[in-house]
């Protein structure tokens, strides 16, 4: 088979495909043959997105949040695309809060969208990976997960921990249904190798879009706590963590690999 065309006739579904990691993730999934399901809430930005990659590409605007949302964004994948092979669950919020200040509205947003929201679209994408004979989820989480004390992360640390512990279970329970359940541990993510300004504006990785206050309390926090070396490294380009997605997504049905963790080798911690 032609190198690059790996999954020609396939159907790939990412959430979080209006920017960042998820944007880059399309184009290499696209690059490799697939068609590809864009899902995420900013209709403008996933049009956008969707359309600069042609007509292999369908945007659906989908809360992930909202399990009406999902069931609506999956149904219209399989009657629009006809199957479903590879799920990405790329889809994350990091709201900067400690226990004590947290607001209703950044609780609701971390438990929906890093925690409720890969429930929801792998219970949707399951009968559709099963009418494919089978397939790969990758759930994307965070080295946050492995530092729980830093502070102003707790939120994004303990529901992106939740993932992990869900995307196990299922890993076990999807095994002999053919389906593959990996969690894709991330570093800091920096820019994009094709797109400097586009895919990643800021090039500020995990805290970006944030309040100019926020980020800097964040940051001071950071380095008093002595995490900064972790959370403030140059991150890791997202085309090889889509690269990491796509060596996922083509692995033979008799290879298991439940856990992969991708950052810069050089500031590698843990
Ligand atoms: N950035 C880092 O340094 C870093 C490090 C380790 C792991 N990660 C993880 O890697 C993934 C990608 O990170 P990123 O930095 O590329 O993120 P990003 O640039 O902030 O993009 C996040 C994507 O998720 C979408 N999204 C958020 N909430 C959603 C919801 N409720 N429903 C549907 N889509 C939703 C956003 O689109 P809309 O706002 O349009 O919905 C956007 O497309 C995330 O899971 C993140 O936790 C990031």
Redesign the pocket.
Same mark, same amino acid.
């Given at each position: 088979m032609e190198m690059g065309q790996q999954l020609r006739g396939k159907v790939v579904a990412i959430?979080?495909? &209006?920017?960042?990691?998820?944007?880059v993730a399309a184009r290499t999934f696209s690059e490799a043959g697939a068609r590809v399901a864009m899902?995420?809430?900013?209709r403008k930005?996933?049009e956008e997105e969707a359309a600069s990659l042609g007509p292999s590409a369908l945007p659906i605007v989908?809360?992930?949040?909202?399990p009406d &949302?999902v069931r609506d964004a999956f149904a219209r994948i399989g009657r629009e695309l006809g199957r479903l092979d590879v799920l990405v669950?790329?889809?994350?919020?990091?709201p900067l809060a400690s226990a004590e200040d947290a607001t209703d509205e950044q609780i609701a &947003?971390a438990v929906?969208?890093?925690f409720l929201?890969p429930i929801y679209t792998m219970r949707e994408a399951i009968p559709l990976l099963l009418g494919a004979g089978g397939g790969h989820i990758i759930n994307? &989480?965070?080295?946050?997960t492995l530092y729980p004390e830093a502070p102003f992360l707790s939120l994004?640390a303990s529901t992106?921990s939740g993932m992990e512990t869900f995307s196990r279970a299922a890993y076990m329970e999807l095994r002999p249904k053919n389906i593959h359940v990996t969690v894709l541990?991330?570093?800091?993510?920096?820019g994009s190798r094709d797109r400097p300004d586009g895919?990643?504006p800021d090039g500020k990785?995990?805290?970006?879009?944030r309040e100019e206050a926020d980020l800097l309390r964040f940051a001071a926090a950071l380095q008093a706590s002595g995490h900064a070396a972790i959370?403030g490294a140059p991150?890791v380009e997202?085309e090889e963590?889509a690269e990491a997605m796509l060596f996922l997504a083509t692995r033979p049905s008799g290879v298991g690999i439940d856990r992969l963790h991708v950052r810069t080798h050089n500031e590698a911690r843990t």
């Amino acid at each position: 088979m032609e190198m690059g065309q790996q999954l020609r006739g396939k159907v790939v579904a990412i959430a979080g495909a &209006s920017r960042g990691l998820g944007v880059v993730a399309a184009r290499t999934f696209s690059e490799a043959g697939a068609r590809v399901a864009m899902l995420a809430r900013s209709r403008k930005r996933l049009e956008e997105e969707a359309a600069s990659l042609g007509p292999s590409a369908l945007p659906i605007v989908t809360d992930i949040g909202d399990p009406d &949302s999902v069931r609506d964004a999956f149904a219209r994948i399989g009657r629009e695309l006809g199957r479903l092979d590879v799920l990405v669950n790329n889809a994350g919020v990091v709201p900067l809060a400690s226990a004590e200040d947290a607001t209703d509205e950044q609780i609701a &947003s971390a438990v929906g969208t890093n925690f409720l929201g890969p429930i929801y679209t792998m219970r949707e994408a399951i009968p559709l990976l099963l009418g494919a004979g089978g397939g790969h989820i990758i759930n994307v &989480s965070t080295e946050a997960t492995l530092y729980p004390e830093a502070p102003f992360l707790s939120l994004y640390a303990s529901t992106k921990s939740g993932m992990e512990t869900f995307s196990r279970a299922a890993y076990m329970e999807l095994r002999p249904k053919n389906i593959h359940v990996t969690v894709l541990l991330c570093g800091v993510l920096g820019g994009s190798r094709d797109r400097p300004d586009g895919a990643r504006p800021d090039g500020k990785g995990v805290v970006v879009a944030r309040e100019e206050a926020d980020l800097l309390r964040f940051a001071a926090a950071l380095q008093a706590s002595g995490h900064a070396a972790i959370f403030g490294a140059p991150g890791v380009e997202l085309e090889e963590v889509a690269e990491a997605m796509l060596f996922l997504a083509t692995r033979p049905s008799g290879v298991g690999i439940d856990r992969l963790h991708v950052r810069t080798h050089n500031e590698a911690r843990t």
